[in-house]
Structures are given as structure tokens and as C-alpha cells.
């Protein structure tokens, strides 16, 4: 097993990650930015080292200076969390070129599937449905207009190396296309340093869930259940929850099936994620997320399976410890997003100082956060600031557990506003606690909680 590990991330993901090393007997080093000195993960680590200024691109995105901090360190591995490089081809072919196992999917997978276009080709091949699109990256606005318009309106404008729901524009009307384009290929170049789009048909009413996987790179593939994340602003998730509430067994079944399948088809190594839409009785593939989900405690909560764990294992050429057989699911995960946002103006972030921190407690909940009181949140970055994760027998239980977790939740600062109060009135919604809730809910219930109260 790896003597040395340099988490080159952030954030509560960095401290999760440093949790499980530290439980293995793992020595770890942590990053930090200028903004970051003296953030959880620093204080926690056993080394610490500064890349750069508070900007990503010159200090989490800086894969010359995590590099060279890992060398200089002793470390013999990297974990790259979710964001940031965790999906960058080049920066994983960069750690295995200096000797440094990079825990995650190696860089000959991250180029075939963090490319949405071909991930999209790859899946159809292994016979998994796809949405009407384009099967590669389109180069000008013109190609988009003839793909919209072979599709049908709406149709939703994708990043081609996109991930977290960053780089997606819905366009509804012929006459909004070259706006959208134009505002995309921008968007995807500052988030991702690559301009190229692809197009595919929107559904207005689907659910999203997803199959969170492990493979062993050799063909062997274990799915540890699905989740469903169709609360979400922005295509970005602020309420996850497994099993997938309400979807019918042979359905959950053909779904968790469909993403072993393709896995197994490409050799997946370590932990990933299988997303899809789901109309009806039909779904249909996204993309494939070759890193650990934010929203990864929920399985591991329902399951007993430390998701860490397995991808360091997985990296360090131990292959799995469980097996399909292991894997027994009880009860029901809801987890939800704290950010530093404001519901009531559009999640605008509302960057500050954290005065009052104070996370709740009591038994089956569980809350990963790297707030503390002075905590200063910058608009640097991803503005999270808590997932609060609860488990209970059945999902009345865990709904009126998350809400009573999310009252506890003492968080706030100075011009700071949080999704907290926003969260409580989802849960309570009548289309929610129906399990009858799309992607479309947050858009539905627009900025005003009392307007939500009355969706069922």
C-alpha cells in the first residue's frame, strides 16, 4: 500500500480523503492556495504545502506545482478528489510519467470518456440508449444549427470536456442558438480550457440518476446502487438520495445492469459514476463521471462500503474488497448541499466570513464540511459548505431526520446567505415527499419558498 499520499484538492473532499488515509496508516500531504492556508485540510494533514494563489489555474489547476509538490514530499500517489484535475487526462499521464499513481482511471480512460461526445459514442456501442444528438464535437455554429434542427427544439448546448453540471445552456428556440452557442464555447474555455460543444435533445420532465461503480481494470465491475439527483439548480445537484425514490424495481434494475455493462466493456478501474436521464420507463445515457461524486456518502452510507478506501486499493494494485455479493444496501441516504448562496436572487454566492458555525449531531447523520467559525469563504471557488447525510429504515424516516439535521445547523456571516432554510422547504414539498419530483422542480418553484409549498 502507498506510503505517502498528496491530496491535490480543496474543500471538504480533501478531508474526507485525508480521513480515510489517516485510518489506513496512509501519511498525507495537503495543497493549498494562498486563500487556503488555513483552511481544515492543512491543519489536518501531515504536511502541508503552498502552490500558488488564491486563482485555480495558478494553484489547483496547476498540475506543474502539485506535481512538484509531490516529488518534493515523498509521496508516492495522488488523489485528485472530484473538480479541479481530477478528470484531466494530461495531469494523469504527467503523474504516471514522474512515477506517481494517479488514484483514479487511468489517462488512456480519462481521454476516451471525459470527452462527453465520445463517451456518448462508446455507450451507444456497448448498446446503452442515447438521447438524439451529435456524435461528435461540433465545430461551428452552422453544424449546431443543422443537428438543432434535425433533433427538434428544445435541445441543450453541452461542453464536450464538461463535469458537475458546468457547461450546459438549454435552448428552446431556434432564434436562441447562436446566443447560446457563442455564450458556451466562452463558458467551456474559462471552466475547462476547451471550447468544443455537442448538442443533444432536452427532456423537460426527466429525473436524473446515476449508478455509482468500482472496477478493478481488469474487467471486474461491482455497482453499489443507484442515486437520484433531479433536485438541482443550474444542472448542478443540491439533494441526492439512494435508492432512487419511487422508481420502479425492474426499471432501477435495467439501469444499475445497463452501467455494468459499459463498464465492463472499457476495463473501468476504481470509483465512477454512470448518469441518466429517465423518461418514463425509458433512460438514457449522459456521461460518466471517472472520479469520486460529491454526493458519494450517501452510498456509502446505505452500503458500508468506504469508497476511498476501495479507490486507493483499486490504485495501489490491490484490486476490490468486495464482491457483487457484498454488496447488500439497507435503508435509505438523503444528503444535502449547504453552499453559501442565495435562493432568493438566483444562488447568486454570497462570499464572507463564517461567524457562526455549528453542524448538527445525533445519531445517523453525518456531515462533511471543512467550515469552521472564521472560516472566510472567497468567490474563488466552489461556494459548499457542508453535505449534510442522513440515513434512516425508510425514507418518511430519513426526510424528517435531513429536515431535523438542517434545523439543527447553526451556519451564518456576515452578508452570507446558505441554502439551508431553501433545503427544508424542498423536503417538505408535496411533489418531493411523493418521490414524484423531476430536474424541472427548482425552475418550477422559481426563487419563493411559498410557491414550492404548493407543488404537488
Known sequence: MFSTILIANRGEIALRVARTCREMGIRTVAVCSDSDRESAVTRFADE?????????????????AIVTAALRTGADAVHPGYGFLSEDPDFAEICEAEGLAFVGAPASLLSRLGDKAQAREIAQAAGLPVLPGSSRSLATLEQARSVADGIGYPVIVKATAGGGGRGMTVVRDPRELPRAWGQARAGAQAAFGDPRLYIEA?????????????????????????????????????????????????????????????????????????????????????????????????????TGVDLVREQLRVAA???????????????????CRVNAEDPLRG????????????????????????????????????????????????????????????????????????????????????????????????????TGSAELSRLG
Open 202 to 302: 432536452f427532456l423537460d420532465n426527466a429525473r436524473h440518476v446515476e449508478v455509482q461503480v468500482l472496477g478493478d481494470g481488469a474487467g471486474g465491475v461491482v455497482e453499489l446502487g443507484e442515486r437520484d439527483c433531479s433536485v438541482q439548480r443550474r444542472r448542478q445537484k443540491l439533494v441526492e438520495e439512494t435508492p432512487a425514490p419511487g422508481l420502479p424495481r425492474e426499471l432501477a434494475e435495467r439501469i444499475r445492469a445497463a452501467a455494468v455493462h459499459a463498464a465492463r466493456e472499457v476495463n473501468y478501474s476504481g470509483a465512477g459514476t454512470y448518469e441518466f436521464l429517465v423518461d418514463g420507463d425509458d433512460f438514457f445515457f449522459m456521461e460518466v463521471n471517472c472520479r469520486i461524486q460529491v454526493e458519494h456518502p450517501v452510498t456509502e452510507m446505505v
Open 48 to 64: 502541508c504545502v503552498r502552490i500558488g494563489p488564491a486563482a485555480p489555474r495558478l494553484s489547483y489547476l496547476n498540475a506543474a
Open 347 to 446: 444562488f447568486l454566492p454570497t462570499p464572507g466570513v463564517v461567524e457562526e458555525f455549528l453542524p448538527p449531531g445525533g445519531p445517523f447523520v453525518r456531515v462533511d464540511t471543512h467550515g469552521y467559525p472564521g472560516f472566510r469563504v472567497t468567490a474563488d471557488y466552489d461556494p459548499l459548505l457542508a453535505k449534510v447525510a442522513v440515513w434512516a429504515p425508510d425514507r418518511r424516516q430519513a426526510i424528517a431526520r435531513a429536515d431535523r439535521a438542517l434545523e439543527e445547523f447553526r451556519v451564518s456571516g456576515r452578508g452570507m446567505h446558505t441554502t439551508r432554510d431553501f433545503l427544508r422547504e424542498v423536503l417538505g414539498a408535496p411533489v418531493f415527499r411523493a418521490a414524484k419530483h423531476t430536474t424541472a422542480l427548482v425552475d418550477d418553484m422559481g
Open 317 to 335: 494494485g490491490y484490486g476490490l474488497s468486495v464482491r457483487q455479493e457484498d454488496v447488500r444496501p439497507r435503508g435509505v441516504s438523503i444528503e
